[in-house]
């Protein structure tokens, strides 16, 4: 008697296993790796008005310190950006030899017109925190010897500011973690802060500093958190 069904069917129900099982690994996969911020949130460059600041100019070839306009960040959470004011202090009307540039006059015109209108230059931030994140805690981790350079990256390098760091609670918890047995990795002298070109070099080189890192520790006189209430309060 023949069969109705071939013998080959038999295998069927198996693969069809083998195939579900190995979906679900491959989407569970790609979902573990890709719906992070390290990989979506990591190089999120936003257009500005003006095409944006360039900290490459001003905080690299200027020397500009990142508090004459971030200037609460050693006193605040909240990492302020600057007003129409603090542009329109050097971009008024003539008063930098670069602005018989037509190319650097039509650049910044953004910034006159919007002092002329005593409007806000809408900014888009690059560093966005979750919602149920309370503001960072920019003045506390200054005051504690962490540079600028440790969650933004070489800013004074950047024509264009991009997110360096995925900023994820697991990136913030892994340093807590690692800068008490290796503040070397984290933590610089407090007037070092800034200066992002010398942070880079220290960081670099870390097993140069292993000792003055631990007496910055010591000073800080405190255990960075690693319980929810630090930061979702």
């Known amino acids: ?53 360039n900290h490459q100019l001003h905080a690299g070839k200027l020397g500009m310190d990142c508090r004459y306009c971030h200037s609460n960040i050693e006193v605040s959470a909240e990492a302020n950006i600057p007003s129409v004011h603090v542009c329109f202090g050097c971009h008024a009307e003539n008063r930098l030899s670069q602005f018989q540039l037509a190319a650097h006059k039509e650049k910044t015109d953004f910034i ?9 230059i809408e900014w888009r931030r690059v560093h966005v925190l979750p919602d149920y994140v309370r503001n960072f805690p920019h003045a506390s981790h200054i005051a504690a010897g962490v540079s600028c350079y440790s969650c933004h990256g070489q800013i004074m390098g950047m024509p264009v500011v991009y997110q360096a760091e995925p900023l994820s609670m697991s990136w913030c918890l892994d340093c807590h973690r690692d800068v008490q047995d290796n503040p070397q990795n ?6 070092m802060v800034t200066k992002l070109i010398a942070v880079e070099a220290r960081l670099s080189n870390p097993s140069d500093h292993v000792a003055d890192a631990a007496r910055l520790l010591e000073n800080i006189k405190l255990t960075p958190p690693e319980n929810c209430g630090a930061c979702h309060y």
């Open 1 to 53: 008697m023949s069969l109705i069904f071939p013998k080959w069917l038999n295998s069927l129900p198996p693969l069809i296993a083998v195939g579900v099982v190995g979906g679900l690994t491959a989407t569970v996969g790609a979902f573990w790796y890709y719906a992070t911020p390290k990989f979506w949130r990591v190089g999120y460059t936003p257009t500005q008005p003006g095409g944006g600041f």
């Open 186 to 191: 984290h933590l610089v002298p407090r007037d």
């Open 112 to 120: 006159r017109e919007a002092y002329e209108q005593d409007a806000p």
